[in-house]
């Protein structure tokens, strides 16, 4: 936050660069939680057995 504020007094179009930079960090975040939720849901409702020597 206080970067973001230091960026705007410097120049206000460096926030908006800081605000996109995180997007695709933050879809790719998003993208993980469902992807994992589903492989877990899957797992428990089939009962697929996990092998944890590889």
Do not use: E, H
């Not at 504020?5 to 120049?11: G, P, Q």
């Not at 879809?27 to 993980?32: H, K, R, W, Y």
């Not at 939720?37 to 590889?54: G, K, N």
């Amino acid at each position: 936050m206080s970067i973001g504020v230091y960026l705007f007094r410097l120049k206000p179009m460096l926030i908006v660069t800081l605000i996109l930079a995180f997007i695709p960090a933050m879809a790719a975040q998003v993208i993980n939680v469902r992807v994992f939720t589903i492989a877990s849901a899957f797992i428990l409702l089939y009962d697929v057995p996990i092998d944890v020597d590889t």
